[in-house]
């Protein structure tokens, strides 16, 4: 990583040398071509002024039908002209320097002699009454020019100035901007082998104790220092394992529960086949220990059939069948199931249920869900009590909920009676039998069918567990009016 890092930093320091240098030239050619052209257009106008004082301020009207060169007075200095053309070519380092006259008519006179190569450039149709910039090719050099006009009375003074000289020495800037990605290249190694060290140092503690983890050390911890991206790594990093210690002492505390559940069961079952095998039952009690064994073979099943589907739940390995369903109608045909079971516990059902309409869900998931909070309701609900399934519609979608005038849940315990086997080992003395799965089974389900699950109870009040399905347009329960 050390390596990749280095080489990373110095490419992208060669690659942010050369694209700003290169962008900066561009800038730099762009606003010099500027300038140079507006000292030409400068030039240019005064050239043009100096020749109207000189040579054009004593004209006298031509008579008609005089000849073009007539027609701007008598030229009686045309070596002055181009003593002026050739002093401006020399001050001003241009390669160029020329003059001529067009007349009202349009006619065209050539001054200060000499050979006239920018004026035939101009392209065709251009108004010579503004200035002009332009670029040309002479003899395979490119050449920067301008055209500038002067109003005079008869026609215009036009001055063209042109240069091939390079704007900027491309040679030399090429030379030095070798030079400074050199030197950036050196500065960015350095840079980046110094970082790349620190980086290595501070990443080393985070790498071990990943290997630690993978080893079975979740107790492991790395120093959380600084205030950068990597103490934010190392901050979570050190939540992620205590998360996973946490998970392993939750999955050793609930395979210690499930070892106890097994056991107890199994161990009735072993001593009254040991005891039958030995001849120590008596026929009179062979109908109470098939009851016994049958009840413990009963308890044994529920638990292996809740561990799996609890496990099949939790990888989403199952499915969710929506169809439409009168859910009032489904839920107190629940309810019914669970009527021989109350009287024989001496718990009074009691239902509390609106009407909501057609609701589009898994009606096979809907009354696990409400199994398992009437199961657990009866489990824990003293004779003489009394158990309520209610089912109303709010705003977030149909509530379904079971109330029981049970013991009720101490205020620590209530965050955590989803939990698996939580509440049959914390309560276990109240009633012993129950898988202690129901309610982790209960969430689990209620969270793929994206609802909410919610829990009201205080010590000596009963408990309420009230569950949530939406009901609105795309989700996995949808009203059907």
């Known amino acids: ?102 007349n009202l008519r349009g006619a065209v006179v ?14 065709d149709g251009v108004d010579l009454e503004h200035p002009y910039r332009f670029d040309a090719e002479i003899d395979g050099v490119q050449v920067a020019a301008i055209a500038q006009p002067f109003r005079l009375d008869r026609g215009t003074l036009v001055v063209l100035i042109g240069t091939n000289l390079e704007l900027i020495p491309w040679a030399e800037v090429a030379a030095r901007f070798g030079w400074a990605i050199a030197l950036g290249i050196v500065l960015a190694a350095v840079l980046a082998a110094g970082l790349a060290r620190r980086l290595a140092r501070r990443v080393e503690p985070l790498r071990q104790a990943s290997r630690d983890i993978a080893a079975g050390d979740f107790g492991v911890r790395v120093e959380v220092a600084g205030n950068d991206e990597i103490t934010d790594v190392a901050r979570a990093f050190n939540e992620m394992a205590g998360q996973l210690e946490a998970a392993r002492v939750r999955e050793r505390e609930f395979l210690v529960s499930v070892s106890h559940d097994l056991r107890t069961p199994l161990t009735t079952i072993a001593g009254y086949a040991e005891a039958m095998q030995e001849g120590r039952v008596d026929a009179a009690d062979l109908d109470r220990v098939a009851k016994v064994l049958g009840t413990e073979a009963g308890r044994l099943e529920r638990l292996v059939e809740d561990l799996m589907l609890l496990s099949r739940i939790e990888a989403r390995e199952f499915s969710l069948r929506s169809e439409a369903v009168d859910l009032a109608a489904h839920l107190k045909g629940v309810l019914e199931s669970f009527r021989e079971r109350a009287d024989s516990a001496k718990v009074v059902l009691h239902s509390d249920i609106d009407p909501v309409g057609i609701v589009d869900v898994d009606p096979d998931r809907v009354a ?36 029981d005038t049970g013991p009720g849940i101490d205020a620590a315990d209530l965050p955590h009676i989803f939990e698996r086997l939580y509440v049959t080992a914390r309560y276990r003395p109240v009633r012993p039998e129950g898988s202690g ?8 389900l209620v969270n ?26 795309g989700d996995p329960g949808r009203l059907l009016r």
């Open 368 to 403: 696990q869900v409400v199994g398992n909070l009437l199961e657990n309701a009866l489990r824990y609900t003293p004779e003489a009590g009394q158990v309520t399934l209610s089912l109303d519609e709010t705003p977030l979608g149909v509530r379904m909920a079971v109330s």
């Open 110 to 123: 050539l001054l200060g002699g000499g050979d006239h190569v920018l004026l035939p450039l101009v392209p």
């Open 1 to 102: 990583m050390r390596r990749r890092f280095f080489w990373s930093m110095v490419i992208v320091s060669v690659a942010t040398l050369t694209i700003g240098g290169v962008a900066a030239a561009a800038l730099i050619h762009r606003s010099v071509e500027n300038s140079i052209r507006t000292e030409f257009q400068r030039q240019a106008s005064e050239t043009a002024r100096i020749i109207q004082v000189q040579f054009f301020g004593d004209l006298e009207p031509s008579p008609p039908g005089a000849a073009d060169e007539r027609s701007v007075g008598v030229l009686r200095d045309r070596e002055g002209i181009a003593e002026v053309l050739s002093l401006v070519r020399a001050v001003g380092g241009h390669d160029y320097v020329e003059a001529a006259f067009l």
């Open 448 to 473: 793929a069918m994206g609802g909410e699950t919610a829990v009201e109870s205080a010590p000596g009040q009963g408990t309420t567990i009230a569950v949530t399905l939406p009901t609105r347009s």
């Open 437 to 444: 799965l129901g309610l982790s089974i209960v969430r689990e």
